[in-house]
């Protein structure tokens, strides 16, 4: 795989969350990748462009995503 910004993957994802979660296990990978390439320990996300803008919603974003590696915190 190819070196991705964070930024980049991070686009890809909130794709991914529109489409009914399409390929999203490949993004998060990609994510983890990303994250460790710059040293970064937690990637942040806008609540305003998920899909689905509630407490449930971004608790379950973050259980799913820290089992897959990665930290999520909103901004």
Do not use: C
């Amino acid at each position: 795989m190819s070196a991705d910004s964070i930024e980049a993957v991070t686009e890809d994802i909130y794709t991914a969350l529109q489409n009914d979660n399409e390929d999203i296990d490949r993004h998060i990978a990609r994510l983890k990748e990303a994250l460790a390439a710059a040293g970064a320990k937690q990637a942040a996300f806008d609540p305003a462009r998920l899909v689905q803008n509630n407490r449930a919603g971004r608790k379950l974003m973050q259980a799913y995503f820290k089992k897959r590696g990665v930290t999520v915190v909103f901004e």
